[in-house]
């Protein structure tokens, strides 16, 4: 397929988890002011994927950004 881009963000965060669901938020966030209607997000972890299967997954600093995109990717 054709390459259609990427970005790149310093996240100032030392704990891995956490900057997994950082990046994961940003590229949906991102995504969504774009308005594709499919996003494909690649990473090193399942947490990602997991966080949307189960709320209690999620720390509480990350909460308002999951509910957000929660409403995006449903």
Do not use: R
Request: glycine share 8%; with cysteine; proline share 3%.
């Amino acid at each position: 397929g054709a390459f259609l881009g990427c970005f790149s963000h310093s996240l100032d965060i030392s704990i891995a988890f956490h900057a997994e669901l950082q990046v994961g938020f940003l590229a949906i966030e991102i995504a969504q002011g774009k308005g594709p209607d499919q996003l494909w997000l690649k990473g090193d972890s399942l947490s990602l994927a997991q966080i949307f299967k189960s709320h209690l997954l999620v720390p509480w600093k990350f909460q308002n950004k999951w509910i957000n995109c929660l409403s995006y990717t449903k």
